[in-house]
C-alpha cells in the first residue's frame, strides 16, 4: 500500500533553471510533510518540511509547495546547481512515529 | 559529533545465518529508527524506539527484533535470515517523536548494505 507516490523516477534539468519535483499521497491523516535527499552510500539528509496548515514554506532555493485538496506536494529548486544532483524522497507522517516516504526521484543537474 | 553510525557497511550472508545490525547515535536522540530500503522503493519502518528499554513495531517487522539498553545504541536482530531481506538498511534518530516541527527532523546514518544468498 504505497501511501506516498512519487511517479517520476528521474528529472534532468540545466543548470541555473527550476527543478520542480513531484509528490503525491492518499492518506488523509497526514498532517506533517519532508523532503530529504540522499547521495550515494549516505544515509538521507533531511532538507526541508512544511505542516499541513500551512501551504508553501521557502528556505534559500527550496520552496515546497502543498496543495490539501489535491493531496499533492512540489518542491522547487531554484535556481538548480549540479551539487543538486541527488535523489529526492518525500515523506508524509500523521504526526507520530509512522513516517512513510516515496520511492523517490533522481534528480541530475547538468552544467 | 558523529552523527549516527552504522556497522558494518556491508554484508552478505547465507540462508539461515543470524547476524545483528549495529546503530549508534552521540546527540543524545531519544528516538531511534531502523527502515530498510529496497530497490526502487522508498524507506519502509522496521522498528522505532521512544526511548531506552521502549521499542515499538514499524510496518514492516517481521523476520527482525529490536533491543534498545541504552539511549545511544539501537541494535537490529535478523534471525534465520532469508532472501527478502536483501535489503539497505537505515538507522536513524530523531530528539523527539511528537511530531510535527523541526525537533523531530530524523538523521540518518549511512547504512548498512545487506544481501542473502
Known amino acids: 500500500d504505497q501511501q506516498v507516490k512519487q511517479n517520476s523516477p528521474s528529472l534532468s534539468v540545466q543548470e541555473g533553471r527550476i527543478s520542480i519535483l513531484n509528490c503525491d499521497y492518499t492518506n488523509s491523516m497526514f498532517d506533517y510533510f519532508l523532503w530529504y535527499k540522499k547521495y550515494p552510500a549516505e544515509g538521507p539528509t533531511f532538507l526541508i518540511s512544511i505542516s499541513s496548515i500551512k501551504d508553501k514554506n521557502e528556505d534559500g532555493r527550496f520552496t515546497v509547495f502543498l496543495n490539501k485538496s489535491a493531496k499533492h506536494l512540489s518542491l522547487h529548486i531554484v535556481p538548480s546547481q549540479p551539487g543538486d544532483s541527488a535523489v529526492y524522497f518525500c515523506a508524509a507522517t500523521p504526526g507520530n512515529n509512522d513516517m512513510r516516504f516515496g520511492a523517490g526521484t533522481r534528480l541530475t543537474v547538468k552544467p | ?117
Not at chain 2, 29 to 46: S, V
Not at chain 2, 76 to 81: H, P, S
Open chain 2, 1 to 117: 559529533n558523529a552523527g549516527v553510525t552504522q556497522t558494518p557497511k556491508f554484508r552478505i550472508l547465507k540462508i539461515g545465518q543470524s547476524m545483528t545490525l549495529q546503530c549508534t547515535q552521540d546527540m543524545n536522540h531519544n528516538y531511534m529508527y531502523w527502515y530498510r530500503q529496497d530497490p526502487g522503493m522508498g524507506l519502509k519502518l522496521i522498528y522505532y524506539s521512544v526511548g531506552a528499554g521502549i521499542t515499538d513495531k514499524g510496518e514492516v517487522p517481521n523476520g527482525y527484533n529490536v533491543s534498545r539498553s541504552t539511549t545511544e545504541d539501537f541494535p537490529l536482530r535478523l534471525e534465520l535470515a532469508a532472501p527478502s531481506q536483501t535489503s539497505v538498511y537505515f538507522c536513524a534518530s530523531s530528539y523527539s517523536g511528537r511530531g510535527p516541527g523541526p525537533r523531530d527532523e530524523q538523521f540518518f546514518g549511512p547504512g548498512t548494505r545487506l544481501t542473502v544468498l
